[in-house]
């Protein structure tokens, strides 16, 4: 009986390792594949990118539930869709007209404030979707649209008329300075050593900061940031209760 105890708990001791391996391997597959495909939203995918998604997500659903199918059948498929998936990005990039056909093409939806309705019903767009998009743009009032284009990620870009644009400070002949990329020095009450030194700023250049805002240690810093301009941003830790 003892024994017989013994061997379940090897079994279930070595069900566990196995579980955890398979997951591990399949969940860094998958990584893999995603970063393969670039750094987009689920919401920016084109069409093929998601199917492929979806397939990923199923095949490797399947050896992880299942311990009687070898993890190489869901490796393997896997594997596969990506080297497809890599062939085709190659030949999309290659191929204007191979692009047309896998990803699609953008359709003039609204053109100088006039719905084109074909186009939206080639598309299958509704006026709901349509207005939903515009909403979420600020556009409420189709007649300042110059342009409202259905991209192949299924957002709606929108270019409006001249006369709707906001004025730019070049078109009234401003010369403001252009905004410098904020580069993050502490974070969360840890320097980042290699921004600071990438600034070319030091220790003594931080500590005059940290005494400007009368902070008296870096661990009591949320986040401080610096621009090429030298604008310097500091947001302290707040109390904790």
């Known amino acids: ?11 279930g ?17 998958i990584i893999v594949g995603i970063r393969l495909m670039g750094k987009r939203q689920v919401g920016e995918l084109e069409p093929s990118e998601l199917v492929l998604d979806l397939i990923i997500a199923d095949l490797a659903a399947v050896p992880m539930q299942d311990f009687g199918i070898p993890l190489m059948a869901g490796i393997i498929p896997i594997l596969t ?3 497809v998936t890599m062939i085709l990005s190659v030949l999309t990039m290659r191929n204007m007209k191979f692009r047309a056909l896998i990803c699609g093409v953008p359709s003039v939806i609204v053109a100088d404030g006039r719905v084109r309705q074909r186009e939206m019903r080639r598309n299958r767009l509704t006026l709901d979707e349509l207005m939903e998009e ?14 409202a284009i259905l991209e192949n990620n299924g957002r709606v870009s929108i270019l409006l008329k001249a006369a709707e644009t906001p004025v730019t400070a070049g078109q009234m002949e401003l010369h403001p300075k252009d905004p410098g990329l904020p580069v993050i020095l502490i974070n969360d009450g840890r320097v980042i050593t290699d921004n600071l030194k990438g600034r070319g700023l030091d220790d003594i250049w931080l500590q005059k900061q940290l005494d400007a805002h009368h902070v008296r240690h870096t661990r009591q810093v949320f986040l401080l940031t610096v621009d090429e301009n030298n604008s310097v941003y500091l947001l302290p830790k707040e109390d904790k209760v």
């Open 134 to 147: 515009l909403r979420m743009q600020g556009v409420v009032d189709l007649t300042t649209i110059k342009y």
């Open 81 to 83: 869709l990506l080297s």
């Open 1 to 11: 009986m003892d024994g017989a105890i013994l061997d379940l708990n090897h079994f």
């Open 13 to 29: 001791g070595f069900f566990m390792i196995t579980a955890f391996f398979r997951t591990i391997i399949l969940y860094l597959l």
